[in-house]
């Protein structure tokens, strides 16, 4: 593993579910950096516009900070972790309140060149 660079890039407090989003991970992990960004591409799901922004980002890295070549990244690593949970109040019958949690989440993707 001494010729092999992993970089990394993470996107924080994004307005979505952690769940929703490790669906969409699932789908590009151990793919090359390529294969990638065409499957985003053509996901049906909300949650491939930030995944494919912190894809990108995280070749961008390698490319400029590594002098790695973009061709050669594979997504090695991703996940989603949870973020803080924004707290909003929705007004309910006799004065009551129910809880409304708005969830967030930190994409990591970490590329590696082969």
């Known amino acids: 593993m001494s010729n092999t660079q992993s970089v990394k890039?993470?996107?924080?407090?994004?307005?979505?579910?952690?769940?929703?989003?490790r669906r969409v991970l699932n789908q590009i992990r151990g793919r090359s950096y390529q294969e990638a960004l065409m499957i985003l591409e053509f996901l049906p799901y909300n949650a491939a516009g930030p995944v494919?922004?912190?894809?990108?980002?995280?070749?961008?890295?390698a490319e400029n900070n590594y002098a790695l070549n973009?061709?050669?990244?594979?997504i090695e690593q991703t996940y989603a972790n949870e973020g803080p949970?924004?707290?909003r109040i929705r007004p309910r019958a006799q004065g009551r309140a129910n809880a409304i949690l708005k969830p967030t989440c930190h994409i990591t993707v970490v590329v590696k060149s082969v």
């Open 52 to 61: 494919w922004q912190v894809v990108h980002s995280a070749a961008a890295n």
């Open 9 to 21: 890039a993470v996107a924080k407090y994004i307005r979505m579910s952690p769940q929703k989003v």
């Open 85 to 87: 949970k924004l707290k």
């Open 70 to 74: 973009k061709k050669k990244l594979i």
